[in-house]
């Protein structure tokens, strides 16, 4: 992911995705979050190329699809289309629509898949293109621009070698290989609700992050027994993390800068900065249960039990991307 991304967070809100209901080929029930988030309707764009800068072009010539997608609407004279784009940004799956006018008459239909540079039909004989993206809103040329220049590249979760997602809301983490799921458990999470905001809050951030360290054995300390003799650490604070912290006060630039660079290299990130740090996955001081504890029990790791991290921990590795949403 382009570390010209930072620069540009904030220009946009885009909300998260109304995935359509099940019944269609390829589409994830609606009522399972995790193959919702990791199989929308049509395969994820894994970046976007840049929107033409003029919307001068040579009679004739080829009109390519700005990033993976699927024609949502021709128009009735086949002068212009509107392709569906779904990608990925931090713990959540978007979606932006890319709109081409001025064209030759377009073939393609409504429900076709289409891949990033695909010729979609050329230039009619005005020699005039409009290219234009719909994020909640019409964008600007220039935010357009940005938003495709900050977004070149994107990630795939599904084809990652290993992929952790966790699930705030269902109590729940299901690792990937290959994005075929090979297990799913019960988790915990820190004993305040609320998504990670600032060091001691007691909160489980959200966000995609990566496994950075990793130490089975023995602790020591007055709280080494409820490591649970596992421990995974994620790079908490993100990319993400470090914009909101920048916006608040409470980092500077430099330091927003320093943790880009790591996070994007799937290596730790500042740690003794007022957004917190050491997050991470743990077993637990005995066995513990949802009924008991509402699922609260750590300082904002993710806390599983015992048995599974025992089970998994070679299952995940250091470099495997944690999305927790």
């Not at 991304?5 to 009522?31: C, I, K, N």
């Not at 809103?137 to 495709?148: H, M, V, W």
């Not at 915990?188 to 609320?194: T, V």
């Amino acid at each position: 992911m382009s570390s010209r991304l930072s620069r540009y967070l904030g220009v946009l809100l885009v909300g998260w995705v109304s995935l359509p209901s099940s019944g269609q080929a390829g589409e994830a029930p609606a009522s399972d979050a995790f193959e919702a988030w990791l199989r929308p309707p049509v395969p994820p764009a894994d970046g976007f190329a840049p929107v033409p800068g003029s919307s001068r072009a040579p009679a004739g010539s080829e009109v390519r699809a700005l990033a993976h997608g699927r024609v949502e609407a021709v128009s009735p004279e086949g002068r212009s289309l509107t392709l569906e784009h779904f990608y990925y940004e931090n713990h959540e799956l978007r979606r932006v629509r890319s709109e081409y006018a001025e064209l030759e008459a377009v073939t393609l239909r409504p429900g076709e898949s289409v891949t990033r540079g695909q010729v979609l039909s050329r230039v009619g004989a005005k020699g005039r293109l409009a290219v234009s993206l719909h994020a909640g809103k019409r964008l600007s040329a220039a935010e357009a621009r940005s938003f495709t220049q900050a977004r070149a590249r994107l990630p795939l979760p599904a084809s990652e070698p290993v992929l952790l997602l966790v699930s705030h809301a269902g109590n729940e983490l299901r690792l990937y290989e290959q994005g075929r799921e090979v297990e799913r458990v019960e988790v915990g999470f820190g004993q305040a609700e609320g998504p990670k905001q600032v060091r001691g809050d007691n909160r489980t951030p959200v966000g995609m992050y990566f496994v950075v360290q990793k130490h089975r054995g023995t602790f020591t300390g007055a709280y080494g027994q409820y490591y649970g003799g596992h421990w995974l650490r994620v790079n908490y604070p993100n990319l993400w993390d470090a914009e909101r912290g920048l916006a608040q006060g409470l980092i500077t630039r430099e330091v927003r800068d320093r943790i880009a660079r790591a996070w994007e290299e799937r290596k730790a990130t500042e740690a003794s900065t007022r957004l917190g740090s050491g997050i991470g996955f743990h077993g637990w001081a005995g066995e513990w249960s949802l009924e008991e504890t509402g699922g609260r029990l750590s300082w904002g790791c993710i806390v599983m039990h015992n048995p599974d991290i025992s089970r998994l921990f070679d299952r995940m590795p250091e470099g495997a991307m944690v999305v927790i949403f």
